[in-house]
């Protein structure tokens, strides 16, 4: 019998499709609820042990009550044991630290959480760097490399664990940022320290900050881009420093960490949410979405732009996606693929494959993207 921990942050990612950067605090996920944001934690988390439905018998969960893990694990008919109970579905970074604090007690293989920076925080706070543990990101800002770089990613290292295959295990960062500065476009990630995560190409690399000798190659993609705008298209321009240098360059009171839209030389929004997104590619015969490559990781879809809806995704088309990034950005990615996680897996599908990518001006690379 394979014994496994399970804690889900249930709240975590819900300020990522309005715009709030993030879901720390009771403040943010008031709000977050009160633009409409529905709780997704437990979806991305179902994504995960879909996969390991088949192993059913030789898999016996230590968990959280409620939507910390119970609720989940008996829907999918999981044999599991809860040895923390919340006293409230509002939960708290307090909770996860108290229900990791149990699963400590009975000496698990390896603890999955699910959630964010802050999640991944609140788990190295407790367990340190000796306890196994393997990250299923549901967050919107996830800095650290303690994550796989999707559920079905984690998923699919958990498969190997129940076929019998050693896993390896190695250090991974644990990082995190003030969420107020992060909304002020501040980006400033602080280390906190190391825990024990599988080695394995599916788990996410930590983010890169942009190199300093890039600014002529990103210039050269603004002014390419620059030229090639076409009249009557609702331009959508992505979060990151490249797609700000283009916001800069036409003239947008622009957001860096946001979703910003432009069309016949006029902004139309301003980090804007994911139903503001939607609504306004509707009303537009041409939209385009230009959308820039996270440093380091790879990401194109999932971390930090979950504005970026899986039904804009698909009204939008890939046909009119523009995927930009600087060699030195390319270059960080070790010959790793560009990668997809929209919390939809058919949409994933969809999308995969070579992909052009604008590296300067009149300067495209063929990447592939999975």
């Known amino acids: 019998m394979l014994n496994l921990g399970l804690v889900i942050n249930p709240w975590a990612g819900i300020?990522?499709?309005?715009?709030?950067?993030?879901?720390?605090?009771?403040?943010?996920?008031?709000?977050?609820?009160?633009?409409?944001?529905?709780?997704?934690?437990?979806?991305?988390?179902?994504?995960?042990?879909?996969?390991?439905?088949?192993?059913?018998?030789?898999?016996?969960?230590?968990?959280?009550?409620?939507?910390?893990?119970?609720?989940?694990?008996?829907?999918?008919?999981?044999?599991?044991?809860?040895?923390?109970?919340t006293e409230t579905d509002e939960t708290q970074a307090s909770d996860t630290q108290a229900a990791v604090s149990a699963l400590m007690q009975h000496r698990l293989g390896l603890i999955l959480f699910a959630g964010g920076d802050g999640t991944a925080r609140d788990v190295y706070t407790v367990c340190g760097e000796e306890q196994p543990v393997l990250g299923i990101p549901a967050g919107v800002k996830i800095h650290s490399a303690v994550y796989a770089v999707s559920p079905k990613a984690a998923g699919?290292?958990?498969?190997?664990?129940?076929t019998g295959k050693a896993l390896e295990l190695a250090s991974a960062a644990v990082k995190d940022l003030d969420e107020d500065q992060y909304r002020a476009g501040n980006v400033k990630a602080r280390m906190f320290g190391y825990m024990?995560?599988?080695?394995?190409?599916?788990?996410?690399?930590?983010?890169?900050?942009?190199r300093a000798a890039e600014p002529q190659q990103v210039q050269d993609i603004v002014e390419y881009l620059q030229e090639n705008l076409e009249d009557d298209t609702l331009y959508l321009i992505g979060s990151g420093s490249t797609c700000m240098a283009l916001k800069t360059e036409l003239g947008i009171d622009a957001s860096l960490l946001g979703v910003d839209a432009w069309h016949n030389g006029q902004q139309l929004l301003k980090d804007a949410t994911a139903e503001q997104l939607l609504t306004l590619a509707r009303q537009h015969a041409s939209v385009k979405l230009i959308i820039t490559v996270i440093g380091g990781q790879g990401h194109v879809f999932g971390r930090g732009n979950q504005q970026l809806s899986p039904a804009l995704l698909r009204h939008i088309g890939r046909d009119h996606l523009i995927v930009i990034a600087s060699p030195g950005k390319l270059q960080s990615l070790q010959g790793r693929p560009l990668l997809l996680d929209t919390g939809d897996a058919e949409l994933d599908q969809e999308l995969a494959g070579p992909i052009r990518v604008i590296t300067g001006y009149?300067?495209?690379?063929?990447?592939?993207?999975s």
């Open 15 to 85: 300020g990522g499709a309005v715009a709030l950067k993030g879901s720390d605090g009771a403040e943010i996920r008031a709000e977050a609820l009160r633009r409409g944001a529905e709780p997704k934690a437990n979806a991305r988390v179902r994504a995960t042990l879909e996969l390991l439905k088949p192993y059913t018998e030789q898999l016996h969960f230590f968990t959280a009550g409620g939507q910390m893990g119970e609720v989940l694990l008996h829907s999918l008919g999981f044999r599991h044991t809860v040895i923390y109970q």
């Open 156 to 162: 699919e290292i958990l498969v190997e664990l129940c």
């Open 196 to 210: 024990k995560v599988p080695a394995s190409p599916l788990m996410q690399q930590s983010k890169e900050s942009a």
């Open 362 to 369: 009149e300067s495209e690379a063929l990447y592939a993207l």
